[in-house]
């Protein structure tokens, strides 16, 4: 007979694989899928998510891990067993406090708004989201209240994309943020504008392909591990740590665009592929939080692919397969123009600079509400108002504002904040390394990336999700969350970039 933790392990990875299979189908569905099986794949992906979620909650579970815990009694915090347990023990308690008709009741509602929010977004017409808004953010009050008591009504919500987060800690260090950029951007837009044509004008959609290919096998991604693909909203996934799926978009006008949204998603892709082994098939396999997953798509595609050292030693590769457009630009007009800052009102287009803005403004938006001090019916005005102060900028309807992000039609709320939390993350993260490696710079511009790989795999991605991103960003960097390096980074980059 096996002992508890290896039969603890056995229904874990049976969960484990349920979710992967989820992951492939929903990878399918978003790249190869023909639009008629929309359908039936909606209904393949519920079953098993039922399954999923009966397997989580299952009173066999909670017996396993009772007698997996008494077996590991005094195992250190660190060691897996215990973290086995602590992690799985979360996800267990959490997963069976939320009603399954109360589950069912928030997917049926959520798909309805997402479909009511693109026909809203087309129409410019907020009024008809408004009470598919509603809806949803009372079934998300209803979640809140699953998890009473709490400290805070956004705590519940937060929690679901970065475990044990408080908004009592968020609140202050992306305030802190808002006030570092400001004035920041507000010296950028005082000074001449930087030149982005270098990367403008027609790129063939063939070559980009190439091109995105070839710039992932210089990338440290495990040989034969991955595969990339096109889809209409770039995502990467993992379906095993030797199994990463990295997607991108691209636009025949402007080079960036594909560029880097294949250095984002490869970035999530390689914490991913750095899992260790025997995190496989268990709740332990995987990124710390989203705030930490999205830490190394910007570290990737900003600190490495918006630095100067790595647009140096990208640029030969760049002319290898557009000759015609870059053949007379150099690393310096190149590094301007990837590094371009223009507030813009949709999020997803945002530079480095003005990007964290527009997270700012949506989750005070969103904290805004749930503590009941905003109006639904306001919240277009709301919007504008705030898009006016932090980024100077006029919306001139609700499609380019206040319904331009899928997000609180899907009743994803909690999310947002996680996208900053990953520009600072990243921020600590790249001081950290610096420290570890003073010739950190050097080494990007000859394209050596293996040693940084290397450091983010022995400091961050060999914990998985061993730890509350917290307790990790301690363990990782020896401090606190700190918006410091972050505000630093910027304002010297975009100092020079800017004069
Ligand atoms: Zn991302």
Redesign the pocket.
Known sequence: MGSAIDTLRESLGTISDLSRASSLLAWDERTQMPPGGAEPRAEGLSTLARIHHERLTADELGERLDAAAAEADGAPYESAEASLIRVTRREWEKARKVPASLRAEITRTTSLAEHAWVKAREDSDFAAFLPHLEKVIELRRQYVECFAPYEHVYDPLLDDFEPGMKTATLVPLLTALRDGLVPIIERVAASPQLDDSPLRGHFDLSTQRTLARAVLETLPLGKGEWRLDDTVHPFATAIAPTDVRITTRFDTGYLGEGLYAVM?EAG?GMYENGMPAELHRTPLQGGASMGF??SQ?RLWENWVGRGRPYLRWALPMLREHFGEQLGDVDAEALYRAANRVEPSLIRVEADELTYNLHIALRFELEVEIFEERLELADLPDAWNERMETYLGIQVPDDAHGVLQDVHWGAGAFGYFPTYSLGNVIAGQLWDSAQRAMPDLEERIERGELAELNAWLRESLYRHGSCFEPLELIERVVGGPLDVGPLVAHLDAKFGELYG
Request: hydrophobic content about 0%; overall charge negative; glycine content about 0%.
């Open positions: 984002h999530h997953h999205e798509s």
